[in-house]
């Protein structure tokens, strides 16, 4: 460390003396990479919660405050002023089970190997595979069939483990065979939803939050405003096959599309796969030379 410093200071005194460099020891390059390993937790914690739509929310707000303060909009930044204290306060008490959740995961933790442990080159999300999609579509479609109720809950940005913890883990491979298994009438696992996560199905009998949306229909049940629920609060997208008329719909965004057949599902839930078109056609093109090299040194032998 001090080898380093000696030889940045010597490249100032050589090259850069008309520059006015502040003086940096080894202390500061440690509060450097402490507050830097703060903030990129923080960053993380935030993108894993309902919390990372509202710190967008705030960054729009702060450009408009910056734009107020460079034109001089003195009414307005003395709204922003009054009203700051009040926001963050609302801010805690609005995102009081997060925070909490975060202290206690913190302090079961051991915060050396909780650093050992990170990795930076893990995905933002676990994308399903083009089989898990055609496994949900059969058995979706399948349980419609013969009327057999079931709540599915898929994943995607925003971390369910907040309602994970309220079921039974299962963490097996989603398959067509496991989703009728635990769908099956008087099965210990067929109240309540599912979670999947990526191509794995984590947890079953989940309790997700009902949606006090005043504008759904009086005739659907408990699982149909479930599923709103839970897609009014995260990114998620779930799958609702009625037990009383087979029906199958998509509760996304808070809205619930209802009466879709086999292809509109598939659709659905083909968004999920985060693959554009130009990835899709390398892959494919990636597949295609690996099959020419494979042909050509079966020829040679």
Not at 157 to 169: C, D, F, K, Q
Not at 190 to 195: E, F, K, N, Q, V
Request: proline residues 2%.
């Amino acid at each position: 460390m001090e080898h380093i410093l000696s030889m940045i200071t010597i490249f100032k005194d050589k090259y850069l003396t008309w520059v006015d460099l502040p003086v940096v020891n080894a202390i500061d390059v440690v509060e450097i990479v402490i507050i830097a390993f703060l903030f990129y937790t923080i960053l993380l914690w935030i993108k894993s919660t309902r919390a990372w739509a509202l710190f967008k929310g705030l960054m729009v707000i702060l450009v408009f405050v910056l734009i107020a303060a460079l034109f001089q909009m003195n009414t307005i930044l003395w709204l922003v002023e009054k009203t700051i204290n009040v926001g963050v306060i609302a801010l805690i008490i609005i995102f009081q089970p997060e925070l909490r959740r975060a202290l206690e995961q913190l302090g079961r933790k051991n915060f050396l190997l909780g650093i050992a442990s990170i990795d930076f080159g893990k995905e933002e999300a676990q994308a399903i595979s083009e089989k898990t999609v055609n496994e949900l579509v059969r058995a979706c479609v399948e349980m419609g069939k013969v009327k057999t109720g079931a709540l599915i809950v898929i994943e995607d940005a925003i971390e369910l483990s907040e309602y994970e913890r309220t079921g039974i883990a299962v963490d097996a491979i989603l398959t067509n065979q496991l989703l009728i298994n635990i769908f099956e009438k008087n099965t210990p696992l067929h109240d309540g939803a599912i979670i999947v996560r990526g191509n794995r199905v984590v947890s079953a009998t989940c309790y997700l939050p009902l949606s006090d949306n005043m504008q759904l229909s009086k005739e659907l049940g408990t699982r149909h405003r479930a599923a709103v629920g839970i897609s009014e609060v995260t990114d998620s997208l779930t799958i609702i096959v009625s037990e009383e008329t087979g029906g199958i719909s998509i509760a996304r965004e808070g809205r619930l599309t209802r009466g879709l057949d086999q292809e509109g599902l598939r659709k659905q839930l083909m968004t999920l796969q985060k693959l554009e078109p130009d990835t899709r056609r390398i892959g494919l093109l990636k597949r295609r030379l690996k099959n020419v090299k494979t042909d050509r040194k079966a020829d040679h032998k």
